[in-house]
């Protein structure tokens, strides 16, 4: 089975940005659609941005022009560049296969706080 592991959160101030990464344990990103969700305390998790096999993307209207998905099929890595960011995009975030019939068991994710 393959493996998602989640880095690159920290703490940002309101404005600055960050980039997180999806590192695969196998090259999946050029067969799959892949996605970043992101769950903050007392909420659902939720879809952020999705990425298809053939590198179409998608974002939730909350990130549509802030965030921006991307992958290396080489270094088997799926990135979330994400600018201008907000205290309400403090979350936690994961990737996971954009197909929910065969989605992953929710790894650790990595934390995003926005706070000045």
């Known amino acids: 089975q393959v493996q998602l592991v989640e880095s690159g959160g920290g703490l940002v101030q309101p404005g600055g940005s960050l980039r997180l990464s999806c590192a695969a344990s196998?090259?999946?990103?050029?067969?799959?659609?892949m996605a970043w969700f992101r769950q903050a305390p007392g909420k659902q998790r939720e879809l952020v941005a999705s990425i298809s096999s053939g590198g179409t993307t998608d974002y939730a209207d909350s990130v549509k022009g802030r965030f921006t998905v991307s992958r290396d099929n080489a270094k088997r890595t799926m990135y979330l560049q994400m600018n201008s960011l907000k205290p309400e995009d403090t979350a936690v975030y994961y990737c996971n296969f954009g197909n929910v019939n065969i989605r992953l068991s929710w790894g650790q994710g990595t934390q995003v706080t926005v706070s000045s």
């Open positions: 196998r090259n999946i990103f050029n067969t799959y659609a």
